[in-house]
């Protein structure tokens, strides 16, 4: 994997974004998934099916919004006042286009823990992260930075190529939805892992398909499983968020 980091830490920083714990809230949300499984149409059986699903919602819909950061930030990061005015724009772009509002939310409050951690860690050493407060501030009237933003913006200011930037959502995405499955008891943690490493071929096919793709391709390949996580604030218990 290729890529390109200002810290002196290397690809350290790269492995550590998508280690399970990094505190970014991603296991407080199933995808969609909590809400599948009480409605009876995800089991066991068909865990796979839905995983397939969520990683081209994720490349269709996410992945070009990842992107579409990334190359703004690369462009754009001498000059704050630019990436701010160009991000926030961004993110106008991708309020309008979250289509339920169960993710809308999960994707700001992903979105606001990963802007306090990356400030946090990377604020005192690199003054570029310094923007992220402006960007902040003045998007609190539409609710929040999505995550799928911060995600390509933080990336493009370590200095992490396109490309792993978004293989990294993808496996964040895959992670995640099996994290989700574990706890929901669907499958136990070594068949998680198992079909984590079936899907490899899948992650690398949808990656080569749907890759350095810009947010005005952005689409939503599972308008079922968008009607289904909308459903999940109206369950009577859940242990996810979202």
Not at 87 to 116: C, E, M, T, W
Not at 158 to 168: H, I, N
């Amino acid at each position: 994997m290729s890529s390109k980091i200002i810290s002196p830490t290397g690809d350290w920083a790269l492995w550590q974004m998508v280690d399970s714990l990094f505190p970014t809230g991603g296991f407080a949300h199933s995808l969609g998934l909590e809400a599948a499984v009480q409605e009876g149409l995800v089991v066991a059986s068909s865990l796979r099916t839905f995983l397939s699903a969520s990683l081209h919602q994720s490349a269709n819909f996410a992945m070009p919004i990842v992107f579409s950061a990334h190359q703004i930030t690369a462009t754009s990061m001498k000059n704050s006042c630019d990436l701010v005015e160009s991000v926030l724009d961004l993110n106008k772009h991708a309020v309008a286009l979250y289509s339920n509002h169960v993710a809308r939310k999960a994707s700001f409050a992903q979105g606001a823990a990963l802007l306090r951690l990356a400030l946090f860690m990377y604020g005192p050493k690199y003054p570029q992260f310094q923007t992220l407060v402006s960007m902040r501030n003045n998007a609190k009237e539409h609710g929040g930075i999505h995550h799928a933003v911060l995600f390509g913006v933080v990336c493009a200011l370590l200095g992490v190529e396109a490309e792993p930037t978004q293989r990294m959502f993808l496996f964040v995405t895959t992670r995640d939805v099996l994290s989700a499955a574990t706890r929901l008891n669907l499958v136990g943690p070594l068949e998680a892992a198992k079909l984590q490493f079936e899907m490899t071929s899948l992650l690398e096919l949808v990656f080569q398909a749907k890759k350095n793709r810009v947010v005005e391709d952005s689409y939503s390949s599972a308008p079922l499983l968008d009607l289904v996580q909308a459903m999940h604030d109206q369950l009577y218990t859940r242990i996810f968020n979202s």
